[in-house]
C-alpha cells in the first residue's frame, strides 16, 4: 500500500522529463527507459507480480520487433525485466497518450496510433521504422490491438508486418502464459506470469511470404506454447 503513495511525486517527475526531454541532454533515451523501467518495477512491487523469462538467452540479435499475444494489463509490466538492457520503444493505441497514463508512457517516446486513421497508421509505420533502423530500438508490438482477457487469443491483425519488411529486423515470437487470470488486487499471493521467447524469425525468411499468411504463421508460433 505504501507503494501507491509515492504516484502523485512520480507522475510529478513524469511530467518534467516529458516537458525537458527535447532541450535537456540529461534526459537521453536510456535516462528516461530508466526511469519508466523503474516505475514499472514499482507497480510490480505494488501487484505481486513476477515474470519468468524462458529462452530470453537465446536472443542476441539487437533492434528486434518483439511480437506479443496480449492477455491482461500485466503484459506490459514484464517490460521491467525484458528490457532492462535493451533500448526498446512499443507502438500503443492513440488513447494511451492521453490522462494519467499518458505521461508515464510519454516517457519512453512510443509510438502512437489512431487504429481507426489510415494517415496514422501509415505515420506510424514511418516512426517505427525510423526507431529500429537509426536509433537501433526493440519494438514491442501486440497484434490483437486489445487485451484478450483470456487464454485464447484474438484474430492477429498484420499491419506491422510492413514495418518488418521496410526494416529487414528480426522478428521474435513471444508467448505470455498466466496474465489473463491476475487481478489488480493488492491483497494476495505473489503471482508467476512466463514469458516463452521463440527464435528469431529472419528477414529472408519472411520476405517474400504475404503479409497476412506471416502474421498468421507467428501468432501459430505464439499459440504454441499457450
Request: aromatic fraction near 16%.
Amino acid at each position: 500500500m505504501y507503494s501507491f503513495i509515492l504516484w502523485p511525486f512520480k507522475l510529478i517527475k513524469a511530467k518534467k522529463i516529458n516537458k525537458n526531454k527535447e532541450f535537456n541532454e540529461k534526459y537521453n533515451v536510456w535516462y528516461r527507459q530508466k526511469y519508466f523501467l523503474k516505475i514499472i518495477r514499482f507497480l510490480c512491487f505494488g501487484f505481486k507480480v513476477k515474470y519468468e523469462l524462458k529462452n530470453f538467452d537465446n536472443i542476441n540479435d539487437r533492434a528486434c520487433i518483439f511480437i506479443f499475444n496480449h492477455q491482461s494489463f500485466f503484459d506490459c509490466l514484464s517490460f521491467a525485466k525484458v528490457f532492462k538492457n535493451r533500448p526498446f520503444t512499443v507502438i500503443a493505441k492513440i488513447e494511451l497518450s492521453k490522462g494519467f497514463l499518458g505521461n508515464f508512457c510519454k516517457i519512453i517516446d512510443p509510438v502512437f496510433v489512431d487504429r481507426d486513421d489510415h494517415a496514422s497508421k501509415l505515420r506510424a509505420i514511418t516512426e517505427a521504422s525510423f526507431k529500429i533502423i537509426d536509433q537501433k530500438l526493440d519494438l514491442v508490438i501486440f497484434p490483437e490491438g486489445t487485451r484478450s482477457r483470456k487464454k485464447e487469443m484474438n484474430k492477429f491483425h498484420y499491419g506491422w508486418v510492413l514495418i518488418a519488411k521496410k526494416t529487414l529486423a528480426p522478428v521474435v515470437p513471444v508467448t505470455i502464459l498466466n496474465s489473463y487470470d491476475t487481478s489488480l488486487s493488492i491483497f494476495r499471493r505473489t503471482k508467476k506470469i512466463i514469458l516463452h521467447f521463440h527464435k528469431p524469425i529472419y528477414s529472408r525468411e519472411y520476405l517474400t511470404l504475404d503479409s497476412e499468411k506471416f502474421a498468421n504463421n507467428v501468432a501459430d508460433i505464439i499459440k504454441s506454447s499457450l
